[in-house]
C-alpha cells in the first residue's frame, strides 16, 4: 500500500503549499445555482412588496423593480443553463 495514497495534491507556490484534493465538482452545469439564485430573487421580491408605498416615498423603489429583473434575469439564465446541460448530454452519449 502506498503511504501517499488517498493523500491530497499539494502545489508549492513561492512559501506557500496549496492542497488539491481529488472531488468532484457540486453543480457541473450551472443548473441548480441558477434556480436557487432566482428563487432568491423571487423571494426579495415578495418579501418588498408589502413596503411599496413606504418605498415610494423614500426614493428607493428601485430596489422592488431590480428584484424583479433579477428574478426575470435568473428565469433567461435558467432556459440557458438547461438547455446547455440537455447538449452536453446529447454530446457525452449520441445514442440518448
Known amino acids: 500500500m502506498d503511504p501517499h495514497e488517498g493523500q491530497p495534491m499539494t502545489h508549492e507556490v513561492g512559501n506557500r503549499t496549496f492542497f488539491v484534493a481529488d472531488v468532484e465538482p457540486l453543480d457541473v452545469d450551472g443548473v441548480r445555482t ?12 415578495v418579501a418588498l412588496l408589502p413596503f411599496y408605498g413606504r418605498l415610494e416615498e423614500s426614493g428607493n423603489l428601485w430596489w422592488l423593480w ?31
Open 34 to 45: 441558477v434556480e436557487v439564485g432566482t428563487a432568491a430573487w423571487l423571494v426579495a421580491f
Open 66 to 96: 431590480t428584484c424583479l429583473a433579477g428574478f426575470g434575469f435568473g428565469l433567461l439564465g435558467l432556459e440557458y443553463c438547461r438547455r446547455r446541460r440537455n447538449r452536453r448530454t446529447v454530446l457525452a452519449d449520441p445514442e440518448v
